[in-house]
Every structure is written in C-alpha cells, then in structure tokens.
C-alpha cells in the first residue's frame, strides 16, 4: 500500500524496486521465559541471545530484547557480583519495597516499589549484530532485571537483519 506524500513509504517502494521487489531483510521473534525464585534477581540473558541470534541465521542487523512485563527490566552492564549488589542497594534507596503505605498504587497490590525500579533500569536495549555477533563493548552483558518475582514473565528477543 502506497500513500501519497508519505517518503517513508517511497523510500520503501524504491528499495524495494531496486531489489527486484524481494524483500531482503529476515525477522526473527522468540520469548525468554523466567520463574525467579526470588522477588528480585539479575540474570545474565546473553547466552540465551546469542542461541537466538545462532537460530535466526542474521548476520548483519539489529537485535531489540525487551521485558514484557512492568515489573521487569532489560539493560546491558557488566556480569560482577559486586555491581549487582550495588544495583541492588542503590534501588532499594531510591524506590524502597516497604513500608508499603507509602505508594498509592499499592491498594490492591505491593509491587509500586517494582514499577518505579523499572522505570529507573529500563525496558529494553538494542544491540546491533556484526558478522552473526553482538557487537559489544568491552565487558557488556544483557541482563533481566526482576523486581516482582515468583511468577512466570518473559523477555520479547527480536532480531531483524539480513
């Protein structure tokens, strides 16, 4: 479907002439599951990306992760166990779990704490992809960041490339 005035949609339709009227670019959508045990967890998600990037079969693109749940975070830092617990005080600081008074959100539920700790962490990153690789810095790691645990969330991976 062409619109007039719309360039985005030229640009679309000339690239896509040129291209013999193939489209080049592949996508690839797969769901992370997590149960944590705790009500907050860090967990190193980049092994799980990288089999997805594997399964996609893109070699040169983007990859976007995202929490699907409001409660959750993903964001991209170094793997040490002393920055987690830095992570982990320096939330509980800015936005602490109790008392649970405190929030107006928590009438029916006790997570506020949770909504804003995600707020402050993030949804999502976006990582490009460089001959079939996550194009990272120096110690750069995707992490799930879980605020309101003990139940089953997922992680959107989406990877678009050729």
Known sequence: MIFQHNTKCA???KF???????NLMKSYRKELWFNTKKRREYI???PQVEQALQESGIKEGLV??????????VFINDDESG???????????????????QYQHNG??????????????????????????????????I??????????????VKIIGE
Request: charged share 30%.
């Open 83 to 101: 920055l987690h617990h830095d992570f982990e005080v320096w939330l509980e600081k800015l936005a602490p779990e109790k008392p649970y008074s």
């Open 44 to 46: 190193n998600i980049t």
């Open 11 to 13: 640009t679309i339709e």
């Open 64 to 73: 976007l992760c995202n929490a699907m749940h409001i409660t959750a975070s």
């Open 108 to 141: 029916f539920e006790d997570n506020a704490d949770a909504h804003l700790k995600r707020s402050v962490m993030g949804r999502e990153v976006v990582v490009a992809v460089t001959d079939g690789k996550l194009d990272f810095g120096p110690w750069e790691q």
């Open 143 to 156: 992490f799930y960041g879980e605020f309101d645990g003990k139940r089953r969330k997922r992680v959107l």
């Open 16 to 22: 896509r002439r040129v291209s013999g009227g193939k």
